[in-house]
């Protein structure tokens, strides 16, 4: 069974600084999907960026990015000029590429502070 | 992106009594749908997948007598709470599957069993 780890309970970053988020998986798939989902204090999960695991190009969206090494089975996450709206819990989550009804398998999450 | 909603966002009710929660995809049709509990300061945790003209398949040690699940159509599965009790105070989120790669998260909904 796929797993998926974030080793990070928690992170704090100043307000304009950068940070990142690590998150590893397990699979023996070779074709998949990989998200970062944000989910602020107001609990609605949002998606920040997702990435094709046949695809050799990491993936940014704005200012964030990920440092996708499928070797490693590692999948980071870097937000760049953090803001004090990116405030939120941060879920790591795959998903095998071939099959609607395949769920989605989430990390515990990293909580993220942004201090001013 | 697209929208899903989900309804109530939150809810309290006795314990005995029983309480349905609805998800709708508003502008796609979704074949697929999710059902997660949320305990404070944890993971997603799955707990049933919903599709549409079939029954739900439910993950290892959710009771699927305890919780109804139905997808009467591509824009619509409902969630209920029978017979429920403290223990299932919780925060329960829908997800809808737009494309095998693209889900969409309703705003959840707060349960609380007294």
């Known amino acids: 069974a796929q797993t998926v780890t974030q080793s990070q309970p928690e992170m704090s970053v100043q307000e304009a600084e950068t940070v990142t988020l690590s998150c590893t998986y397990d699979?023996?798939?070779?074709?998949?999907?990989l998200f970062w989902y944000k989910q602020p204090p107001s609990r609605q999960m949002i998606l920040v960026i997702r990435?094709?695991?046949?695809?050799?190009q990491n993936a940014t969206e704005n200012r964030f990015s990920v440092n996708f090494q499928k070797a490693a089975k590692s999948f980071s996450l870097k937000i760049s000029d953090s803001q004090l709206g990116d405030a939120a819990m941060y879920f790591c989550?795959?998903?095998?590429?071939?099959?609607?009804?395949?769920?989605?398998?989430f990390g515990p999450g990293t909580r993220l502070s942004v201090l001013p | 992106g697209a929208v899903v909603s989900q309804h109530p966002s939150w809810v309290i009710c006795k314990s005995g009594t029983s309480v349905k929660i609805e998800c709708r995809s508003l502008?796609?049709?979704?074949?697929?749908m999710f059902w997660y509990r949320q305990f404070p300061k944890q993971s997603l945790m799955l707990m049933a997948t919903?599709?549409?003209?079939?029954?739900?398949?439910?993950e290892q040690g959710v009771e699927k007598d305890k919780f109804l699940i139905n997808h009467a159509s591509l824009t619509l599965s409902t969630l209920t709470v029978t017979s429920a009790h403290p223990e299932d105070s919780s925060f329960y989120i829908c997800?809808?599957?737009?494309?095998?790669?693209?889900?969409?998260f309703g705003p959840g909904t707060r349960l609380t069993v007294t």
């Open positions: 997800s809808a599957l737009k494309s095998v790669n693209e889900q969409y």
């Open positions: 699979t023996s798939e070779s074709d998949y999907y």
């Open positions: 990435q094709e695991a046949y695809k050799q």
């Open positions: 989550a795959y998903r095998r590429r071939d099959n609607y009804g395949q769920n989605f398998v």
């Open positions: 502008d796609f049709q979704a074949t697929t």
């Open positions: 919903s599709n549409e003209g079939s029954k739900a398949t439910y």
